[in-house]
């Protein structure tokens, strides 16, 4: 199912919208971090590491450094004894500037940063062998990551090898995947987002809904954005919303069958 009306959360580029996957917040950034040390973007960016923050209050600019500590989705879905992992390339490894786990403090320096958030050369092993846990999240290294100056052809032959492994593998009766990515590229848009907050929503994004409950052939035309994916985790696994920009959103359910 392809969702034609799926935005950014936040009128910015990655940094922002990656933490709303993770903690349907964006903690009032609105950049990527800025003098950066071990090609981080998180606790781990060096100590001259800062990003640009609005204060919802005042709407004044401050710099923050990168670095935040708030329940997220993770730690709900461990509190209530769903499986979970964060596939993402590790420390000093190309891509990891999008391990948005990286940015919340008590992951980074607690136990589940070494349990649950693997290097992501592990997904398509996990998705082959039916080892996958419940809910996964899944970024991977900028050359395939479809960013510029990277290869589209390369980036497209890496999405088709990992949904080939998850569809091939034991789990696929009962999977969804949700394909999209962080932001819109930087083209031309006819389809102005709705403005829900000072910086929300940011322009269309793409996003294809994968799974044997997919309604085929069909476009959605649901307003979606990040936040959409927390919720639709949310309801399915019985869990409470993380605060209101998750609890209004519509889930994805509408795309499925």
Known sequence: ????????TVLGPSFPNHLVTVAA???????NPVDISHRAWGCDSGPYAQVRAIDPKTHRMRFVR??????????L??????????????????????????????????????TNVVNDSNFVRDAATGRLP????L??????????????????SWTERVLNAVMQGTDWAST????????FGGFYDHVAPPKTGMFELGPRVPAIIISPYSRAHSIDHTTYDFNSILRFIEDRFGLSALNHHDAVDSSIIHSLD
């Not at 917040?25 to 950049?31: G, K, L, P, S």
């Not at 420390?91 to 990286?102: F, H, N, P, T």
């Not at 419940?134 to 999240?137: I, K, L």
């Not at 969804?176 to 932001?183: G, R």
């Open 77 to 114: 879905l461990q509190s209530a004894g769903v499986t979970w992992k964060y596939y993402a390339p590790r420390q000093y490894q190309s891509g990891y500037i999008w391990s948005a786990l990286d940015a919340i403090r008590h992951i980074r320096y607690g136990p589940l940063w070494k």
């Open 176 to 183: 969804v995947v949700i394909l999209t990515w962080d932001d």
């Open 25 to 31: 917040t964006n903690f009032n950034t609105i950049d």
């Open 66 to 75: 990168p670095c935040f500590n708030a329940t997220t989705l993770p730690d």
């Open 1 to 8: 199912t392809l969702d034609d009306h799926f935005f950014s």
């Open 139 to 156: 970024v991977t290294s900028e050359a395939q990551s479809d960013h510029p100056p990277f290869s589209m052809c390369v980036g497209e």
């Open 134 to 137: 419940q809910v996964s999240w």
